[in-house]
């Protein structure tokens, strides 16, 4: 099993351009969120699915948009990037909604100039 | 407002001793608490958890401590190794909001273990 991949590793982009951040699972996991990372403010929570079509806000949602068409996949988009978007993000899967134990993946670093 | 607090950003200790890793927390609804472990330039996996029915949970080295009456929980790493040396991020839940499996963490501490 390959776990949670995410792609790109890294990614520079303007102020206003979009993109998204991909995350893939091959555990067959239902619950799937995305992080950021800010230096100081630990794993803060944006977005999170608990199985294919249902998707909810975390913590610091504004900014980001989700969705969750397959049990395997779980993009994450940028809508109009700004610099205080600049973070490590990282996508987390686990078997159910009561299992906390969340596989991480290796992270996407963001730059936004 | 952090819920979940991390307030020593880093700890330093000699190889074979104990490494003691707390946090704090506000939020007297969490009922499920874990620890993850990071090393640089990849995901945090998951380490130890406890249960707030429990005040003790014990795997290897690692022990994890609940004072579900102060709020705070620890981390023991006995002995520590170099191998260690990595950040720590406590993380809680409250299990019975809907089950939806949001965990909230703390700000991290950075271990260091020097040989």
């Known amino acids: 099993n390959a776990g949670v991949t995410q792609t790109p590793k890294f990614q520079v982009l303007k102020t206003g351009q979009s993109m998204t951040l991909q995350c893939a699972q091959d555990m067959n996991h239902e619950y799937m969120s995305w992080y950021r990372q800010d230096p100081g403010m630990g794993l803060r929570l944006i977005h999170y699915s608990v199985g294919a079509g249902i998707t909810d806000q975390g913590e610091v949602p504004n900014g980001y948009n989700v969705s969750r068409s397959t049990t395997e996949d779980f993009p994450l988009r940028l809508l109009s990037a700004a610099p205080s978007q600049t973070s490590v993000y990282f996508c987390a899967s686990s078997r159910d909604r009561v299992s906390y134990e969340q596989y991480f993946g290796p992270g996407t670093r963001l730059t936004v100039t | 407002d952090q819920q979940v607090k991390q307030n020593s950003p880093s700890l330093s200790v000699q190889e074979g001793r104990i490494s003691i890793l707390n946090c704090d927390y506000t939020n007297s609804m969490f009922d499920y608490f874990l620890w993850y472990k990071k090393y640089p330039a990849e995901g945090p996996t998951f380490l130890i958890s406890?249960?707030?029915?429990?005040d003790k949970n014990e795997d290897g080295r690692f022990t994890v401590f609940l004072n579900k009456s102060a709020k705070h929980l620890s981390l023991h790493i006995v002995p520590s190794q170099p191998g260690d040396s990595a950040v720590y991020f406590c993380a809680a839940s409250d299990l019975g909001s809907g089950n939806t499996g949001k965990l909230i963490f703390g700000q991290g501490t950075t271990l260091q273990v020097k040989p």
């Open positions: 406890i249960s707030s029915i429990k």
